[in-house]
């Protein structure tokens, strides 16, 4: 494999110095362009109390394409599918190879505070948010609970 | 004077070289004595277009491109951006230019919404944010937003893009920066790489097409002619190369008089219920008078009983005769009058069974087509043997193939009439259309029966026919066909 190039491990360097509040991320030990991810849940969100693991993987043309990043704990939320796939901008086409791990991460924290059920990926989800919130807020916060507590 | 100024001509005309006499020139004069017609009046599908290489595109849009270039004395790169942004209109781009060349360069995306910061170098070292890498400040470049990265960064960054396809639409590679790459910056960082330079200007080339409104991809399989027109309309081109005929508004295949958007309409429709109506409309039926079972092998809808010599119409099972002098009534749907009345059930019933009609009809033509242009494979055969035998010339039998070509061209606009009344709301003009319509189908079953018979007919005759259902044809499309 080629050399880690010096951008990847400036952030990887940045990310363990200065972590970002609720965010952890940590390479794994046989490949540095995979990091295991796990963002808390925000406060005064139906995630609130949950640990949600993520994995983050920087592709071959990282900075220059965006980083795989996917929900590995079960949630519910209208822009993240069963797979755990998220649907949000700066993944795809409003990616810049100027942000970073951490803005990403911040972002997909952002997410969790503020759903968008017009912008859904898992449909049935969106449904629920947009006609009874009260009920899909209660679901989001039966899953936290099950899927995002117990480790 | 005037017996001066024909001396003259007179004069010019025996100084022409060695007595001899331009004829050209002659039909030229000729010509512009006769008033101008407009030629759509004559022919309602006349289409004014020119089949071209990629190179003469090129030639084309770089004219265009210098062209504005001088007008607004912009460098040609940008010229390129503008245009693209407008649609290759000049004009358009010229007037909001003159009006607010500011906000004009900020629509198309040349610079930024909100002048950028000037940059203040301290030092001749920078390192670039995307790779952290620090270099002399020589290696760095920006766009018009002033926002720098380093060489590297810029070439790797258009190679990642023009490998997903994308090349007009490429932009800074800053956060939330929408400044495009103009083509020069983005050829400049590729300078050392020809194969992802190729690649970029092959893309570039296509989008430039793409929003062109007056250019066109020949759809034919790896065909790489492209038409020009500057007329914008649904009328039919046909590729000088590799024959294919279009529509050239809508790029699928051409139907007129139908619009662009009833025969998409009709084509997802047929997509949906072909199943059904495959399953309904078989491909044998029984002779309406020995009932003897008959499989349709020619385009002619003119049949005649094998068995029994009974003349019927394939499509109604009428006795042919009545379609031949008399009122031909075969293509005409005949809607149940008291349908409002009616369950949903029945009208359901109604409804698939006037599609199914149309679809029938649409079908078959479709079919008969295909047969016919089986029968003039035949009929090159037969003309060939005759041909070798020294009965006649290749030139002599050569109307028979001009029969047969008008033959498929009238059956083609025939096919695509059903789609158009089927959409067609009831009233004097479908009543009108599906006159005319019968009236061309009957001609052009008179037709196919003499092509088929072609070499037991009277040439006359056949060129009479011919002739009569062309008339048919054009009469149809001059009242009906609304590009």
């Not at chain 2, 512009?32 to 309602?44: K, L």
């Not at chain 2, 900020?106 to 940059?119: D, E, M, T």
């Not at chain 2, 010599?309 to 009058?337: A, I, Q, T, V």
């Not at chain 2, 199914?356 to 037969?382: F, G, I, M, P, V």
Request: aromatic share 10%; hydrophobic share 30%; proline share 5%.
């Amino acid at each position: 494999m080629a050399a880690l190039p010096r951008r990847i491990i400036k952030e990887t360097q940045r990310l363990m110095q200065e972590p970002v509040p609720g965010i952890s991320a940590v390479p794994d030990e046989s490949n540095a362009r995979y990091f295991h991810v796990i963002v808390t849940g925000p406060e005064d969100s139906p995630f609130e109390g949950g640990l949600f693991k993520l994995e983050l993987f920087l592709p071959e043309d990282y900075p220059m394409s965006a980083p795989k990043v996917r929900f590995i704990t079960k949630i519910y939320h209208p822009n993240i599918d069963r797979l755990g796939r998220i649907c949000l901008d700066i993944l795809k086409e409003k990616w810049s190879p100027a942000l970073q791990i951490r803005t990403v991460l911040l972002s997909i924290q952002a997410l969790l505070s503020a759903p968008n059920p017009d912008d859904p990926l898992a449909n049935d989800v969106a449904e629920l948010w947009k006609e009874n919130e009260s009920e899909a807020i209660r679901n989001a916060k039966e899953w936290t609970r099950r899927y995002a507590m117990d480790n | 004077m005037a017996t001066s100024q024909d001396a003259d001509s007179d004069m010019e005309c025996s100084d022409n070289e060695d007595g001899y006499y331009d004829y050209n020139d002659y039909y030229n004069d000729e010509d512009s004595d006769i008033e101008r017609i407009d030629p759509t009046r004559v022919d309602p599908e006349y289409f004014d277009y020119k089949c071209l290489s990629e190179e003469e595109v090129e030639r084309l849009l770089n004219e265009t491109v210098e062209s504005l270039s001088n007008r607004l004395i912009i460098s040609p790169s940008l010229a390129k951006v503008l245009l693209h942004s407008q649609h290759w209109n000049t004009n358009e781009v010229i007037h909001k230019y003159k009006e607010n060349p500011q906000q004009t360069l900020i629509g198309a995306r040349i610079n930024p919404p909100s002048p950028p910061k000037s940059i203040l170098f301290t030092s001749t070292y920078l390192a670039c944010s995307v790779c952290i890498t620090t270099q002399n400040i020589d290696k760095f470049f920006h766009l018009s937003c002033a926002h720098i990265f380093c060489r590297e960064c810029w070439t790797t960054h258009f190679e990642v893009q023009i490998s997903q396809g994308i090349s007009t639409a490429i932009s800074c590679m800053a956060k939330d920066c929408i400044v495009l790459a103009p083509e020069d910056f983005v050829l400049k960082h590729l300078h050392h790489k020809t194969s992802i330079r190729e690649k970029y200007q092959h893309f570039i080339f296509q989008d430039y097409v793409k929003a062109h409104p007056e250019l066109r991809f020949c759809p034919g399989p790896n065909c790489s002619i492209i038409i020009h027109s500057s007329e914008i309309k649904a009328k039919r081109a046909v590729c000088t190369q590799c024959k294919t005929i279009f529509c050239f508004r809508c790029g699928c295949d051409y139907h007129a008089p139908t619009d662009c958007q009833v025969i998409k309409k009709w084509l997802t429709k047929c997509a949906d219920d072909s199943e059904t109506a495959n399953y309904i409309s078989a491909h044998t039926k029984d002779c309406p008078k020995c009932h003897i079972c008959i499989e349709k092998n020619g385009g002619c809808n003119h049949m005649q009983c094998y068995n029994c010599k009974h003349d019927f119409c394939w499509m109604c099972l009428g006795d042919w005769k009545s379609h031949g002098s008399e009122y031909y009534e075969c293509s005409r749907y005949r809607e149940n009058p008291n349908i409002a009345h009616e369950s949903v059930h029945a009208q359901a019933r109604e409804a698939l069974k006037k599609y199914l009609h149309y679809y029938e009809r649409w079908e078959n033509h479709s079919k008969s087509l295909k047969l016919e242009e089986q029968t003039l494979e035949k009929l090159r055969d037969r003309i060939n043997q005759k041909v070798m035998s020294g009965l006649g010339t290749w030139i002599d039998w050569q109307y028979l193939f001009t029969a047969a070509n008008l033959l498929a061209k009238c059956r083609y606009t025939l096919q695509y009439t059903y789609p158009f009344a089927y959409y067609m709301d009831a009233g004097p003009r479908k009543e009108l259309f599906e006159y005319q319509q019968a009236q061309l189908e009957a001609e052009i079953e008179n037709l196919s029966w003499k092509v088929e018979r072609a070499e037991t007919t009277d040439r006359g005759d056949l060129e009479n026919q011919m002739d009569i259902a062309e008339k048919r044809r054009t009469t149809l499309l001059k009242d009906f066909l609304d590009v």
